[in-house]
């Protein structure tokens, strides 16, 4: 099996300045053909950077990064027509039909596309005859995905595909994005949404100031890096606190005056429940589980790849 | 260059026009609008009749005579006015800007010069006067000449200088004649250079361009695109412009050519200005501005309204640097006096700006980023 069979992106030593600032600092990475790799970092990590390097359209430092086995930097031609890309903060042509939008793209890349089919995989055949300008956020988002698509690509690119959007067209989008992997595409997706990359990822980077400090499956990547349980604890009073305090486990109180605590094991979990009972305190609320990608991340770079309200707080 | 996108490019570009019906509207029927509005206000003064305010103090037929003479042979609109009025408080408390005063004694001094040949017989006419009023000095010339006019049949001797005029064109040209050609290379530099420069910076800032170059579409085939939309906008408005210029003032203008070869030279020299001018503006709202700062320089130097004789002579040397006033002359050249030799000389000019600021609009021209 030839090397261009085995991996459809291949990174090797890639480094991108931009005067005294180093966006990608000589990041290495392999993305298997059929697999969803998703980029992973917060804003300014170097994420979009390195895709547009490995879409052909930023040039680079230093570095080596080849597509389906062809050198970025001279085959352009030829990538560009099994490549599809949604770049970030897509937009198009404000007063073009969503049909109208895809023909268009079809015609640019010469090639018979079934209009129908990629509507209704992205669920836009009630908006076919709407003006892209009347569309909604994420309905634009569909249909930069389907544009993406018309020419039956190898690889997908998706530069942060839900970012701006409300939960629900989040979601719809996620549907899409589930639908490209059951067909077995290659898709390259940069997000700093760590449910994103749980849900879709086979592989996930981490990138943080143009480096990538950890890769692996999301499940590895938590075995590796938070092997403990999150235990969150709803307190009737401030004597549970103490008490958690007492056992040297290290609560943290949320914003919402929740007792957030890591443990090993199960039975550190069982310790405490036992100690609250038998002090007479109580506690309204209770949640174990294992940590996320958000974690992970955490843990490694010692920030938060997004900030969300009500996140711990130091003891 | 690849055809096929060219024109799915081209398509898009015409359909979102069609659909964009303020720009529409803006793009034809503006300069038809300049058209019956400037056309209108100088197709009157061809025919144009001056009002003028006279107070006879003396009453006579002779003075009533001369006031008839003034009426025929200077296109007056005469106003009498009450010999026992002030002169200077009429003129301005009546907002007239001339009122000529025929002195008493008038018809007496008549009778000395013509019937007894006393030759120190004479009077004067006053014009009372607003020198703040534009067209006042036009008035005092008209009334001069048929001063001049009446004093040489009092003479009663011939003159011996005359004039003849003879005009090197088959016929005289009218106003509009020398003005439709104007407003087709300025509306064709401003829908050329403001289609390329408000829509690539639009285009550019939303990202459209930046999705553009993961296609298969070359830097190239967009500019093609760009100009082919361009000329196609420019050839539908000068139709316009120019059927609206035959039906309404029945114009007389020459149509060959040079015409769509004008047009081209046009689309070209101001796509690739817009090019230029692109690059250096960041966001859609300034492109409008930086579009204006150079196009309204263009149309009022240039000599698309009128000629540039009539500017101030350092204005004349500018005029003749810029690109628009070569459309004008070479249009003109080829449309009013078809004058092939001079509409050469103005391709010429116009071609050699064309190629270069083109070339510089394809360098300036950021396709992929960081390039």
Do not use: W
């Given at each position: 099996m030839t090397k261009e069979a085995e991996y459809a992106i291949e990174v090797d030593r890639l480094t991108k300045r931009y005067g005294d600032l180093q966006a990608v600092n000589d990041i290495s990475f392999n993305v298997s053909k059929g697999e969803v790799f998703a980029f992973l970092g917060p804003n300014g990590a170097g994420k979009t950077t390195t895709v547009e390097i490995i879409e052909t359209i930023r040039p680079f430092t230093s570095g080596r990064v080849t597509l389906l086995g062809m050198d970025v930097t001279k085959k352009k031609r030829d990538i560009v027509q099994r490549i599809g890309v949604l770049p970030q903060g897509f937009s198009s042509f404000d007063r073009i039909t969503v049909r109208e939008t895809l023909q268009y793209y079809s015609r640019l890349f010469n090639v018979k596309t079934d209009i129908d089919g990629l509507i209704e995989l992205v669920n836009l055949r009630d908006k076919a005859k709407e003006q892209?300008?009347?569309?909604?956020?994420?309905?634009?988002?569909r249909l930069g995905i389907a544009i993406a698509l018309v020419?039956?690509?190898?690889v997908v690119f998706l530069d942060e595909p839900t970012t701006g959007l409300d939960p629900r067209a989040r979601h719809e989008v996620w549907e899409v994005l589930l639908g490209l992997k059951k067909k077995g595409k290659t898709v390259f997706l940069t997000t700093h949404y760590m449910e994103e990359a749980e849900l879709l990822a086979d592989t996930v980077a981490i990138i943080s100031k143009g480096k990538i400090i950890a890769m692996g499956s999301p499940v590895e990547?938590?075995?590796?890096?938070?092997n403990y349980l999150a235990l969150t604890l709803r307190p009737v009073d401030d004597k549970v606190f103490e008490i958690v305090r007492q056992m040297g486990l290290g609560p943290v109180l949320d914003t919402h005056k929740n007792i957030r605590v890591r443990v090993e094991h199960t039975y550190d979990v069982?310790?405490?429940?036992?100690?609250?009972?038998?002090?007479?305190?109580g506690y309204l609320g209770l949640d174990v589980r294992k940590p996320n990608l958000e974690e992970v991340f955490l843990k490694l770079t010692g920030e938060a790849l997004r900030e969300v309200p009500g996140e711990m707080e130091t003891e | 260059?690849?055809?096929?996108?060219?024109?799915?490019?081209?398509?898009?570009?015409?359909?979102?026009?069609?659909?964009?019906?303020t720009t529409m509207f803006f793009t034809f029927a503006f300069p038809i609008i300049l058209i019956l509005v400037f056309g209108t206000?100088?197709?009157?003064?061809?025919?144009?009749?001056?009002?003028?305010?006279?107070?006879?103090?003396?009453q006579t037929q002779a003075s009533i005579d001369a006031v008839k003479t003034l009426e025929t042979k200077g296109k007056f609109k005469i106003t009498t006015v009450d010999p026992a009025i002030d002169a200077r408080q009429y003129v301005m408390d009546s907002k007239v800007n001339l009122l000529l005063v025929i002195p008493k004694g008038f018809e007496k001094y008549l009778i000395q010069r013509t019937t007894f040949n006393d030759n120190n017989a004479s009077v004067t006419i006053t014009y009372v006067y607003d020198p703040s009023s534009s067209s006042v000095m036009t008035k005092i010339q008209i009334l001069n000449a048929v001063l001049a006019g009446i004093n040489q049949r009092i003479a009663g001797k011939p003159p011996f200088l005359r004039s003849a005029e003879r005009s090197i064109l088959t016929r005289k040209y009218r106003f509009i004649e020398f003005f439709v050609p104007g407003i087709i290379a300025m509306s064709v530099m401003t829908l050329s250079l403001f289609g390329t420069v408000d829509s690539d910076t639009e285009l550019r800032q939303k990202g459209v361009i930046r999705k553009l170059s993961t296609t298969p579409i070359t830097r190239t085939d967009w500019i093609l695109s760009n100009i082919l939309y361009n000329f196609t906008l420019a050839v539908i408005s000068t139709i316009a412009m120019l059927l609206v210029s035959y039906a309404v003032f029945d114009v007389s203008l020459h149509i060959d050519a040079w015409l769509p070869a004008f047009v081209l030279l046009d689309v070209f020299a101001f796509v690739g200005t817009g090019m230029i001018l692109t690059r250096f503006v960041k966001e859609a709202q300034s492109a409008a501005a930086a579009a204006n700062a150079i196009s309204y320089p263009l149309m009022f130097l240039s000599g698309s309204f009128f000629p540039i004789e009539l500017m101030p002579g350092l204005l004349q040397k500018i005029a003749r640097t810029l690109p628009l006033f070569y459309v004008n002359e070479g249009l003109r050249a080829s449309m009013i006096f078809q004058d092939n030799l001079a509409a050469l000389k103005a391709s010429a000019v116009i071609g050699v700006y064309a190629a270069v600021v083109f070339v510089l609009g394809i360098m300036a021209t950021k396709w992929e980023e960081g390039t």
């Open positions: 892209y300008k009347n569309l909604s956020g994420g309905l634009k988002q020419n039956d690509p190898e990547l938590i075995e590796r890096n938070a069982q310790k405490i429940l036992n100690a609250i009972k038998e002090s007479g305190a | 260059m690849n055809p096929r996108i060219i024109f799915a490019n081209l398509i898009v570009k015409l359909t979102g026009f069609y659909r964009e019906k206000i100088f197709m009157s003064q061809d025919s144009m009749e001056y009002r003028l305010s006279v107070q006879d103090l003396d």
